[in-house]
């Protein structure tokens, strides 16, 4: 975690600290990564790869379980569905694909 990196390399030995570590140095690049995932689902869709285009969509949803999606609230929360939900609509829509052909 970048966050807590930062805190304790400018500590000196022996104190003790109580870290507030922000949003973005405690997750990163989380949902870019997500949101990253959704896309190559997206390019892979297209292209009618749709197997593959459905692993990506899963990877991206088992980036947001549960355990990760109880911690959110607010504007983070509404951040991770936005990438979420439409990975679980993605996958509905390869499945309908996948059983047409």
Known sequence: MAGLAIGVSSMKSGERAL?????????????????RRKMDGNNLFKEDKLEEAMQQYEMAIAYMGDDFMFQLYGKYQD???????????????????????
Not at 19 to 35: A, P, R, V
Not at 79 to 101: F, Q, T
């Open 19 to 35: 870290l507030h570590i922000g949003w973005e140095l405690g997750y990163g690049n989380f949902f870019s990564k997500t949101d």
């Open 79 to 101: 951040m991770a569905l936005a990438v979420k939900n439409p990975c679980h609509l993605n996958m509905a829509a390869c499945s309908i694909k996948l059983k047409r052909r």
